[in-house]
């Protein structure tokens, strides 16, 4: 069985201690057949081993040395750990060593968040990498951390949102689409919802590729439920009609009736370069993707008018679209597209 396997079936056994109360998640460190935890038979983390810490976390082959009052001021699953009698704990330095099964990764992301500091947690959240902040969720979930999954889960809503606006507004900021998968994984286990449209839209754009899963740092995968593969099927389908009635909706002579330049031929031919895929990119999921540059690369001719009228149609459609989303990737969220309104030319968004 290869080292990739082996890991991924311990971060299993992990997530399935936490549902069994977290307490299996962690294990004395003396003589139980884990050497790794002995005194000494361990790497000490360069950044977080603090010289009056005191307790030694261990994932992994590295070690921690931390301050045991954060962990159990706002842990419930260390506070509970942590205050039950353990005689057979080795204790290296004169603090106790505790073995998780956590990744060295992710544990390094979780305690930074934590331990004291002099820069705030999430106040520079943009800057953290996917990773980090993904860790850090999980962790925070497993370990019953209520504030640091609410504010991983917030600032995954700048990539992943719920807000028609927000999107409009942070539609380019996209992640890599393999972290959608991850993203799909954490709402599951979060009850976050509100995640699941746009992640299961990237979903999509990974085609084939979606069998592969989301590869961590320390290389375990996380997949996508059957379930989920299913509704990436499905919602394929769906995206790319409704990408292809929006172009429709855009390029409408109505649009474009106050024009006196007779931009609506250059228009006309247009969409018909799109939809005979002369100009590529029409049959996409990425609903989001815009026209409006390549209909003035193409017909340079086009009033400015003209231009602006495409950019705002397209952008009618794309929101119109987004208020569907949940219908679209086949899963309910509560007050996703529950106030639909009026586009510029009749058509109701949502």
């Known amino acids: 069985m290869s080292a990739r396997v082996t890991r991924k079936r311990a971060r299993m056994d992990a997530e399935q201690a936490e549902e069994d109360g977290a307490s299996a998640s962690t294990s004395s460190a003396s003589g139980h057949g884990d050497s790794q935890a002995r005194p000494g038979n361990f790497e000490q983390d360069p950044e977080l081993w603090f010289q009056d810490g005191s307790i030694i976390l261990v994932a992994g082959e590295i070690a921690f040395k931390v301050y045991k009052g954060p962990l159990v001021n706002q842990s419930p699953v260390f506070s509970d750990m942590l205050s039950l009698p353990q005689p057979s704990l080795d204790v290296h330095q004169d603090c106790p060593i505790v073995q998780l099964l956590d990744s060295p990764e992710d544990m390094r992301h979780f305690l930074r968040t934590l331990m ?18 993904y860790a850090c969720a999980r962790l925070g979930h497993k370990y019953q951390i209520d504030h640091l999954v609410a504010e991983s889960l ?37 009850g976050a919802d509100q995640l699941l449209p746009v992640a299961l839209a990237e979903c999509c754009e990974l085609g084939a590729d979606v069998v592969n899963g989301f590869e961590r740092e320390d290389g375990t995968r996380d997949d996508l439920a059957p379930e989920d593969l299913g509704r990436c099927i499905t919602a394929t389908r769906n995206l790319v009609e ?20 007779g931009c609506i031929h250059d228009i006309n031919m ?3 370069r799109v939809l005979c895929g002369t100009i590529p990119g029409l049959c996409t999921t990425q609903f989001w993707r815009s026209y409006a540059s ?17 950019s705002e149609e397209e952008l009618v459609q794309q929101r119109s679209i987004f208020r569907r989303l949940s219908e679209l990737v086949g899963v309910a969220v509560d007050g996703w597209g529950k106030k639909p309104r009026s586009t510029r030319h009749g058509a109701q968004e949502g």
């Open 116 to 133: 004291p500091s002099k820069h705030p947690r999430f106040a520079s959240a943009p800057r953290m990498s996917f990773h980090a902040v």
């Open 270 to 272: 247009f969409r018909d």
């Open 154 to 190: 917030e600032w995954f809503s700048m990539f992943y949102p719920s807000d028609v606006d927000k999107f409009s507004k942070y539609r380019d900021r996209h992640q890599l689409p393999s972290c959608a998968i991850a993203m799909v994984t954490l709402a599951r286990l979060t």
């Open 294 to 310: 390549l209909l003035t690369d193409e017909f340079p001719d086009v009033c400015k008018r003209c231009a602006e009228e495409f």
């Open 242 to 261: 409704a990408r292809l009635h929006a172009m429709e909706h855009t390029v409408h002579p109505a649009v474009y009736e106050g024009c006196e330049e």
